[in-house]
């Protein structure tokens, strides 16, 4: 079964612009998570993707938002990039289960997209 | 709100020594608890997961983990380490709510010398 794969691996913008991260979640996986890892604040996660609907949010700015298709795929949009939006951001996905149906609730990641912004 | 702490930022030891790194965490409820590896450049390969039952959990590539409620703590050990270790590792707690969000430590990097 393919992993987590995030599309493109590389990015080069330059400020003011925006950027769209793809991200296609293992198959049969429902749910899809994006986290955003920065030398100085680490991994923080951005939000949560289910049944195409938004469930869950990070402490971020508006700048940032994100979308789930029927398929289960992600896409992560950020504009109006600035300096400190350089970063790997990580996308992770699982199967979603019910309560402590721990196996189903493991995430499951990809390689990220190296975002950098000049 | 849930947290994790990695004291360790950066780990050094011989190959063929074995390995402890520490992770403490909190929340309020039983936590799912796991640890991650990331190679330089690479996203995150789970290593180990902690949900219930038996304390001391295996994982892949020789590491194991102990959950420790009084100490709230799940350190990870390797009882002899190799040079495709060097890495990072990360800890992190997911609720047991679904865990739809990971809170991570800061990482530990670990370098092996020969």
């Known amino acids: 079964k393919a992993g987590v794969t995030q599309t493109p691996r590389y990015l080069i913008k330059t400020r003011g612009q925006q950027v769209t991260l793809s991200c296609s979640p293992i198959?049969?996986?429902?749910?899809v998570s994006w986290y955003q890892q920065t030398p100085g604040q680490g991994l923080q996660f951005l939000f949560e993707?289910?049944?195409?609907?938004?469930?869950n949010k990070g402490n971020f700015p508006g700048r940032f938002s994100g979308r789930q298709f029927s398929n289960s795929r992600s896409e992560m949009n950020v504009s109006t990039l600035e300096l400190g939006d350089s970063a790997l951001y990580l996308c992770?996905?699982?199967?979603?289960?019910?309560?402590?149906?721990?196996?189903?609730?493991?995430?499951?990641f990809g390689a990220g997209t190296r975002l950098s912004v000049l | 709100a849930q947290s994790v702490t990695q004291p360790d930022i950066h780990i050094t030891v011989s190959e063929g020594a074995s390995l402890e790194l520490r992770c403490n965490y909190s929340y309020g409820a039983t936590p799912y608890l796991f640890w991650y590896v990331q190679s330089p450049g690479q996203g995150l390969q789970l290593l180990l997961k902690?949900?219930?039952?038996?304390?001391l959990v295996q994982g892949i590539k020789g590491f194991e983990a102990e959950f420790k409620r009084s100490q709230s703590s799940f350190n990870l050990r390797k009882p002899s380490v190799h040079w495709s270790d060097a890495a990072e590792y990360f800890c992190?707690?997911?609720?047991?709510?679904?865990?739809?969000?990971?809170?991570f430590g800061t990482g530990t990097r670990l370098t092996i010398i020969p």
């Open positions: 993707y289910f049944s195409e609907t938004q469930r």
């Open positions: 198959s049969g996986h429902r749910s």
């Open positions: 902690y949900f219930s039952g038996d304390t």
């Open positions: 992190a707690v997911g609720t047991n709510f679904g865990n739809e969000k990971l809170t």
């Open positions: 992770a996905s699982r199967q979603l289960g019910s309560g402590r149906e721990g196996s189903k609730n493991i995430q499951y």
